[in-house]
């Protein structure tokens, strides 16, 4: 065992020597890690353009490699003896990260760092105004092809203009993330030859037209699909080609139609978003198979339909249900209450009836419970401590037949908000609807 520590200590400590001779060596002209007089020149004017033509690279950062490093500049050594610029982060992101100037703009210089490996420029583009806002370049964006697999563009609400479909010649991208911009127009159908992608966020922006069908096809690596926020139109494409798909979200958008067939297909996803569109006929029962689905968000959608008719069960790992506000008729599935990972349950604002299952309370980890604007008849048969956990996170107000009874021999403290204490006028009465529902 000694001899192994040994061995070890010996073997860092002649790496230590390399480097400490590879970097004297490197100083002996009094220069520091060599590099392309040219790459320097071209990281300098691109960040001048960025910060300010005030800003004194070769005098501030003369070894921007080595011993005088510029914050959010990294370099690599390559094989040929040469440290080149790999990544460039622009914006307020660390105390003496380097910002931009009011009159920043992009560079021609910036497509001469050959090797650039990520490129991140943070609220730097501040202002929209029609003389200040910033178009990204349409073209050049190729001569990064070899080497870029990062592109980040965030909080630039000054950054206005399209997608340019250039960008789909960066091959062997692995994150796109353009958002919290001003950027418009239709979706590029070139981002589906970026088929190396792992994550595609275009999120909070002004983009329309439909999604791409190449997106749902060609990216079967991708993990990450967030387009929420814009103003998308049209049908849901296929989405049957992201196999390794783990998040969908393009919730607040202008989306119509049915849910894909294909949706069912991605076995992997955890998070499927679609809230606040206007996505219509129902939940397909191929979504079943999403066995993986922990989260299922597609509240305010004017979808419809009879959600006990879906069968439940298979999704055994959701934690989180939002299906409030999709005028979905008839009664609480009873397979609800099977999936004992549910934590959040809104059903709110439908057109629900029937009876309140107390199996519900029974789930071990729910503390989010909305029953609120429904049509839901009967006593709500909960215990007083059912009331007293949940608190305001129980609603089932605007529920007109629905009501409480008080614990034998005392009262509930306050009761459920909005629920009248259950009597025998209110009973009979809700008797008869349910007669009348099962005859009907």
Not at 36 to 44: G, N, Q, R
Not at 281 to 289: I, K, Y
Not at 418 to 426: F, R, Y
Request: charged share 20%; glycine share 8%.
């Amino acid at each position: 065992m000694k001899g192994a520590v040994g061995t070890q200590a010996v073997v860092l400590l002649l790496l230590v020597l390399h480097l400490h001779s590879f970097r004297v060596l490197s100083q002996s002209d009094g220069s520091a890690a060599p590099m392309e007089e040219k790459e320097k020149k071209a990281l300098y004017s691109m960040i001048q353009n960025f910060v300010g033509r005030s800003w004194n690279g070769s005098g501030l950062y003369p070894d921007l490699c080595g011993w005088t490093p510029i914050q959010g500049i990294s370099c690599d050594y390559f094989d040929n003896g040469l440290w080149y610029i790999t990544t460039v982060s622009i914006g307020p992101v660390l105390e003496n990260s380097l910002q931009c100037s009011p009159k920043a703009t992009f560079s021609h210089f910036l497509f001469e760092l050959s090797h650039l490996k990520s490129l991140s420029i943070f609220s730097c583009f501040s202002s929209p105004s029609a003389h200040q806002a910033i178009t990204i370049p349409p073209k050049n964006w190729e001569k990064l092809s070899s080497s870029l697999e990062t592109l980040e563009l965030r909080s630039n609400k000054g950054l206005i203009g399209q997608i340019p479909p250039v960008f789909g010649k960066l091959v062997n991208l692995k994150s796109l993330v353009l958002t919290e911009n001003s950027l418009s127009g239709e979706i590029p159908i070139e981002l589906g030859n970026l088929v190396r992608l792992n994550r595609l966020t275009l999120s909070e922006n002004q983009l329309s037209g439909e999604v791409p069908a190449s997106l749902g096809s060609n990216l079967a690596e991708l993990l990450i699909m967030d387009i929420s926020r814009n103003s998308l139109t049209g049908f849901l494409n296929a989405f049957g080609g992201l196999t390794s798909l783990l998040k969908l979200d393009l919730s607040n958008n202008l989306l119509s139609g049915n849910l894909p067939e294909e949706l069912g297909s991605l076995k992997n996803l955890t998070l499927l978003d679609l809230r606040n569109n206007n996505l219509s006929g129902g939940l397909p029962l191929s979504l079943q198979g999403m066995s993986s689905l922990q989260y299922m968000l597609l509240s305010s959608n004017p979808m419809g339909g009879r959600i006990e008719e879906f069968g439940w069960k298979t999704l055994q790992k959701l934690i989180y249900l939002d299906l409030s506000n999709m005028g979905f008729v008839g009664r609480i599935p009873e397979s609800i209450t099977e999936l004992k990972s549910l934590r959040f349950i809104a059903l709110d604002k439908n057109k629900l009836t029937g009876p309140v299952s107390t199996k519900l309370a029974s789930l071990p980890c729910l503390s989010a419970l909305y029953l609120n604007g429904n049509n839901l008849t009967g006593e709500l048969g909960f215990s007083e401590a059912f009331y007293e956990r949940m608190g305001r996170r129980f609603a089932s107000w605007d529920n007109p037949n629905l009501c409480y009874r008080s614990a034998a021999g005392r009262k509930i403290g306050k009761g459920p908000e909005g629920v009248a204490e259950c009597s025998v006028s209110l009973l009979k009465s809700e008797n008869k609807m349910i007669r009348d529902e099962r005859n009907n």
